[in-house]
């Protein structure tokens, strides 16, 4: 899966009302997944893990502590694309989703949900780049990994 199917199928399975866990969008993303091929699921979470990890920088998760940093960088990938490109380019716009602890928890685990519904296994997922909080070295310059905050 490439950068703009990741993105049309967010955009395709959005809800039309107001979502503010993204738990909608998590159901219908784990529904459409889990009816597509495999290749399709593991496709997902790659392009998942690469957005998150764009965003696990210093400039925008200083003030979270980990799982609210993770979660809140779900988020952004759950508003979509243009507010994800719109963060990338200015980090001041990440503000309201740090202060008012806007979170989407759900997303990260849509392609587990769906890897299980397909193959009736739990999936030991490994992705090229971690979603993990304080995982992007090159985010983090001035702290190794595992001193972040």
């Known amino acids: 899966m ?24 998590a159901a219908a993303l784990t529904q459409r997944l889990a009816n597509a091929p495999l290749p399709m699921v593991i496709g997902f979470a790659e392009q998942l893990s690469w957005m998150l ?20 960088r779900c988020a952004i990938v759950a508003a979509g694309r243009a507010t994800y490109e719109q963060i990338l380019h200015d980090p001041s716009a990440f503000a309201p989703y740090a202060r008012d602890l806007i ?16 193959t009736g296994e739990q ?3 490994s992705t090229r ?5 304080y995982s992007n070295a090159e985010g983090w310059p001035d ?4 001193d972040a905050p």
């Open 53 to 72: 990890y764009r965003l696990d920088r210093e400039v925008y998760g200083r003030e979270l502590p980990g799982d609210a940093f993770l979660y809140t």
């Open 143 to 146: 702290q190794a990994s595992s």
């Open 103 to 118: 979170w989407a928890e759900a997303v990260l685990y849509v392609p587990d949900r769906a890897y299980s519904h397909l």
């Open 2 to 25: 490439n950068e703009d199917a990741f993105w049309q199928l967010i955009e395709e399975s959005a809800p039309i009302g107001p979502d503010p866990d993204a738990e909608q969008l």
């Open 129 to 133: 780049y971690s979603f993990e909080s």
């Open 123 to 125: 999936w030991d997922r």
